[in-house]
């Protein structure tokens, strides 16, 4: 799973990346600071089923503390967008290919009013955040019609013979949108029938309007929510989109640095943090962890976690299943107790979670166990969030 970060420039995107991943890139107050792509790891939080069977786990890939599990998933963090940037403004729109895998999208937004359409600063309140939203999603549709145009001239005429779901899914490969996907689109717009080359510009844009829509799932970080200016366009943000969830990605940097440093008990998502009782802060960090604490009490969070969760088991609908190969022991063969989280598709099957393991243990399935019920489940068998799956197959892991 890769979660795309976008937006306007100096709105906080590396910030968010950084504060996600504890990877520390370049940040600074003015925009363009990001030119080449940031790729990393971050991670969904959840309650761990470790307390339910009350063992004690020693998972592989994630990251288990006290029942709280946090599962690996990448995320890419790319320069930031300008009005015209389909017309080579700024650094242009092209950076978005390497967006263009994303499975879901994190499109931050400065909620402040801190800097003008350019990302410049401003003073903070004077900036308009929901025009800029408007613009990246505009900038955003126009990169998915330059890919569309992308050799049109000379590919079209050989495929023009092709039905055109066929000629789109070849053009749009790489982007994750599948033909149900494109199909859905294209009789929704009353195209199915139109020759392509004969499509105007219009229906192009709407095509990629749809498809934004319907394959890259969005959540609308609104990043700088600690600034006071953020209320009023907080609630204006609110009231016209949905997923909108006030986020101040710097506090959640300023956290986990605090947490490195050995200064405070915090887990990342968590309502609240504590000062270790020897911890030795100067005013200055003591005044910096009581403005964060402040922020919590008012949203809940920093914001950072709960966006990265919502992509995932909101937006995308991914489930958690724990693959284990000794079911009384929940363990691999190593003896690591429940070792691993995987993110599935909602409707996932057996056979699926097998081929996610290994090919070779998806080749081979003969019929897996519920942990929980001790019963068979057959390859087509559908899974649920949390199940604990013991699978047995005639080709093993090697
Ligand atoms: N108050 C406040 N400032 C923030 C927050 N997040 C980021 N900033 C500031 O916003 C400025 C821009 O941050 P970056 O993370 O570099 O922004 P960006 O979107 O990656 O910028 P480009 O790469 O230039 O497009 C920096 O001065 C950050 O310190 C936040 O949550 N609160
Ligand atoms: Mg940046």
Known sequence: ????????????????????????????????????????????????????????????????????????????????????????????????????????????????????????????????????????????????????????DNKDRESSGQNVVQVLKKRLSGLGVTEAALDKVVNKLNLQNKKFKSWTEQEILALCQNIRQDVKPVVIAANKADVSTSQFNLAKLTEKYTNVVPCASELEMLLRKAVKSGFIHYLPGDSSFEIKENAQLSDKQKQALEIVSNFIKQHGSTGVQQIINLA?????????????????KLSDKKGNVLPEAYLLNKESTAKDLAHAVHDELGKGFLFAIDVRTKRRLGAEHILKNNDVIKIVSATSRK
């Open 1 to 152: 799973m890769l979660i795309g970060l976008i937006g306007k420039a100096n709105v906080g995107k590396s910030t968010f990346f950084s504060a996600s991943t504890d990877n520390i890139v370049n940040i600074a107050n003015y925009p363009f600071t990001t030119v080449k792509p940031n790729l990393g790891i971050c991670h969904v939080r959840i309650n761990c089923v470790c307390t339910e069977f009350g063992v004690k786990d020693n998972p592989v890939h994630s990251i288990c503390i006290d029942g709280i599990r946090f599962i690996p998933v990448q995320i890419i963090d790319v320069a930031g967008l300008v009005p015209g940037a389909h017309e080579g403004k700024g650094l242009g729109n092209k950076f978005l290919d390497d967006a263009r895998q994303a499975d879901a999208l994190v499109h931050v937004v400065d909620v402040s009013g801190s800097t003008d359409s350019e990302g410049r600063p401003l003073t903070p309140g004077s900036g308009d955040p929901i025009g800029d939203l408007r613009f990246v999603e505009e900038e955003f549709d126009l990169w998915l019609v330059s890919i569309i145009r992308r050799d049109m």
């Open 312 to 328: 995932c088991f909101s937006l995308l609908e991914k489930i958690v299943v724990y693959p284990v190969e000794d079911d009384s």
